[in-house]
């Protein structure tokens, strides 16, 4: 009997096989992809990696144990400065992209053209209580894909395979792994990770998990858990601004509001923006920072 239709836009769907120690996960993000989208005008290529990475995250933070913030960048040196993805163990996420703006990106342009030399790969986990956590390695393979895999063998030692996709209306991903600690036939993880290859980019970006692992897996069906609902949130507030501002010092930004009048930050996830005029500069400092600042200078002149 094949499954009934099911519209799940922005869900994350946990799988098991009872007989083999597999775990899998199923995401395709329509609703927050669009919104992430629509904050700026992505290039066709930059688009498409973001979606994946974001798709990426998504997986990732499925299986986070503690309550925290998994961050996922591609740095690169290139037209593609760096793709940013945060997913929480809240079930929210976000990302964004920054790129040469004024370079010529083609539709079909590769990760590996766009990032140029000497690209990384930045996995950091925040837990809410504790120290952080970062792992970097060298970009390994022409896709998110492709890198993702291979910095999960790398650094965790587990047989991984993911698949990812994204266009203009959504983005999915397929991760299959298998259990640590954990005895598997060569033959069976060869079996469940061939049937994940042939997902098509068409399907992880259409199609729900149930028709997803139907199509895959239906001679050997998992186990599926109830689906988690994914959301867009931003993390950024006046306060993390006022603490950026600190970091950059009374002079520099004394010296802004100064000339200008006041220091704007934008937010480079949700496009929030963050206006201080001379007030709240000088009560950020404790000072009347901007003054002296206007005094130093014509003590120079």
């Known amino acids: 009997m094949t499954p009934t239709a099911i519209h799940h836009d922005d869900c994350r769907t946990r799988f098991i096989f009872d007989d083999m120690p597999v775990r899998g996960l199923h995401v395709r993000l329509e609703n927050v992809w669009q919104h992430i989208v629509n904050q700026k005008n992505y290039p066709t290529a930059i688009r498409r990696a973001l979606g994946e990475l974001l798709a990426a995250g998504s997986l990732l933070s499925g299986n986070l144990k503690t309550e925290g913030t998994l961050i996922l960048q591609v740095q690169g040196q290139g037209r593609l400065k760096m793709l940013v993805v945060e997913a929480t163990s809240a079930h929210t996420v976000r990302a964004t992209a920054r790129w ?11 990760l590996n053209e766009l990032l140029g030399d000497n690209g990384v790969f930045v996995l950091t986990l925040q837990p809410k209580e504790g ?3 970062q792992g970097v390695v060298p970009l390994e393979g022409g896709s998110i894909a492709q890198m993702l ?4 063998k790398r650094s965790e030692q587990l047989d991984t395979h993911v698949v990812l996709a994204a266009d203009d209306a959504a983005c999915g991903g397929l991760l299959v792994q298998r259990l640590p600690e954990e005895i598997l036939n060569d033959d069976a993880w060869a079996h469940v990770s061939t049937l994940a290859q042939t997902v098509t980019a068409e399907e992880l970006t259409t199609l729900d998990a149930q028709h997803v692992l139907y199509r895959l897996f239906h001679e050997t069906p998992p186990r599926v858990f109830p689906a988690e609902n994914l959301e867009f949130a931003c993390t950024c507030s006046r306060g993390k601004v006022s603490d950026m501002l600190l970091m950059l010092g009374g002079e520099e930004v004394g010296g802004v509001v100064a000339e200008q009048g006041s220091i704007a930050v934008d937010c480079d996830f949700c496009h929030e ?19 002296a600042v206007r005094q130093e200078a014509k003590r120079v002149q």
């Open 149 to 152: 895999t291979h910095y999960m």
């Open 100 to 110: 040469d703006e004024t370079a010529a990106i083609g539709d079909n342009d590769s």
């Open 131 to 133: 120290d952080p956590w």
């Open 273 to 291: 923006k963050y206006v201080f005029d001379e007030t709240d500069v000088n009560a950020l400092f404790g000072a009347d920072i901007v003054d």
